[in-house]
Nanobody, 119 residues
Framework: QVQLVESGGGLVQPGGSLGLSCAAS????????MNWYRQAPEKERELVAT???????NYSDSVKGRFTISRDNAKNTVYLQMNSLKPEDSAVYYC?????????????WGQGTQVTVSS
């Protein structure tokens, strides 16, 4: 079965850095676009960054220039390096992949990892 396991969250001061990892299994990792989402309390889940099988990347305007998404296909792992962190970056961060089964796209999610940016 598809499984996504996240790690690396924690408490960091404003302006600091934090790196997240997502270990994937149960599918051919190298063939899929991988995504990072985040969700703060009382807010909708939002897309933060994406990376294609060919390592093309895209970012939300709010994190562009500060966050970097990358992948290591040999390790079946996608990363999110977060720099210059702001309090508004505080959220639960989720790893995601979307798999097309026949005519239906099904999302898979990691368990989430808490990132708190506070002094």
């Amino acid at each position: 079965q598809v499984q996504l396991v996240e790690s690396g969250g924690g408490l960091v001061q404003p302006g600091g850095s934090l790196g997240l990892s997502c270990a994937a299994s149960g599918f051919t990792f190298s063939r899929y676009t991988m995504n990072w989402y985040r969700q703060a309390p009382e807010k909708e889940r939002e897309l933060v960054a994406t990376i294609s099988p060919g390592s093309l990347t895209n970012y939300s305007d709010s994190v562009k220039g500060r966050f970097t998404i990358s992948r290591d296909n040999a390790k079946n792992t996608v990363y999110l390096q977060m720099n210059s962190l702001k309090p508004e970056d505080s959220a639960v961060y989720y790893c995601n992949v979307r798999v097309l089964s026949w005519t239906t796209v099904r999302p898979y999610w990691g368990q989430g990892t808490q990132v708190t940016v506070s002094s």
